[in-house]
């Protein structure tokens, strides 16, 4: 058993997280995020179990491992204490408070209840994690898919013969024309991180939008993959999705961004455009990137050499 877990506070505490923030506005993106590997003190993890449901405490509890254990306890504790910063309908909410519930394909959604009864939460949010950070995006009143990957992700089977499995052809043909293995390893890795955010957006999972069904292609002619390069010289360029049944056919409702985060990961981010806004037209995701140790501090990064852009509109604040 994991030791916090013998000797819970019984006492009550204050977990309004203050002071409340605005919520996202139209294409923009609040992604806070954890590392595991900082969070020592057992008082304080004794502290986030208590903000959970019993069916997360035990879904915590029944993880094999102390850092299985911590690391389900930290991305529960994420998005309740992410959430409760903001005010949904002019409430301050307690995290404890918060419910969810799945859509048909098991993606989880806030659960909201207005004055009227319960209702749509204009609140989306995704979460994401490795075993060293561990990332909730949120949005309002658009769907959000985040996927973050470790830049040094090892591939146990050959890369060309996994990426014939699930990418799609256009995506095996960019990764067999790249002769250095470093290199076609790390692109790989970035189209797993967009392909998954993708598909995490639409809600669906795996098995409902299998990867091979669609690509993840680079707007304007840029043929040569996500490099850094090129992005100095001329910006980053517009990541769009298109199918691979009907390559014409390009699905323009959803905006990408990857990016570097804290030089470790790579980082996803798939949103819905703006309905108000022209199909047609591309507008940047307004990204804020917070590390946090909730109810301890927070660190506002994005603007730093801790966020560095890839691919996407993306423009930080």
């Known amino acids: 058993m994991f030791p916090f877990i013998q000797k819970m506070l019984s006492f009550q505490r204050s977990f309004s997280v203050s002071p409340s923030l605005q919520l996202p ?15 020592k003190s057992v008082s304080l993890l ?6 959970l449901s019993p069916c997360e405490k035990e879904n915590v509890l029944s993880m094999r491992g102390e850092q299985l254990q911590k690391q389900a306890l930290l991305a529960r504790t994420l998005v309740r204490t992410t959430i409760a910063r903001y005010q949904i309908n002019n409430r301050v ?26 209702c749509p939460s204009p ?3 995704n979460i994401s994690h490795t075993s060293s950070l561990i990332a909730c995006g949120v949005t309002v009143n658009s769907s959000i898919g985040i ?11 050959n890369i060309l013969a996994f990426a014939r499995r699930y990418f799609s052809l256009h995506e095996v043909e960019h990764l067999s024309a790249i002769s250095d293995s470093e290199v076609q390893r ?5 189209l797993w991180t967009l392909k998954e955010a993708y598909v995490k957006a639409l809600g669906r999972g795996f098995s409902a939008a299998p990867f091979k069904t669609f690509t993840i292609c680079i707007k304007n002619g840029f043929r040569r993959g996500f490099d850094h390069a090129d992005v100095l010289e001329s910006g980053a360029p517009e990541v769009v999705v298109e199918s691979s049944d009907r390559p014409e056919r390009l699905t323009n409702n959803w905006q990408f961004g990857l990016f570097e985060l804290v030089s470790s990961h790579y980082a996803a981010v798939c949103m819905e455009k703006d309905k108000t806004s022209d199909a047609g037209m591309s507008v940047p995701i307004r990204l804020n990137v917070r590390k946090t140790i909730p109810f301890v501090e927070d660190e506002c990064i994005s603007g730093t050499d801790a966020v560095v852009p890839i691919a996407g509109l993306i423009e930080q604040f």
Do not use: A, C
């Open 25 to 39: 506005s139209p294409m923009e993106t609040h992604l806070w995020f954890v590392v595991p590997d900082e969070f």
């Open 46 to 51: 004794n502290q986030y179990m208590e903000l």
């Open 93 to 118: 909410v307690d995290p404890r408070s918060l419910k969810f519930k799945r859509n048909v394909h098991g993606k989880p959604e806030l659960e909201w209840e207005s004055d009227g009864g319960q």
């Open 123 to 125: 609140l989306h949010f």
């Open 147 to 157: 996927d973050i990957e470790e830049k040094q992700r090892k591939i146990k089977n």
């Open 186 to 190: 790390q692109e790989f890795v970035k």
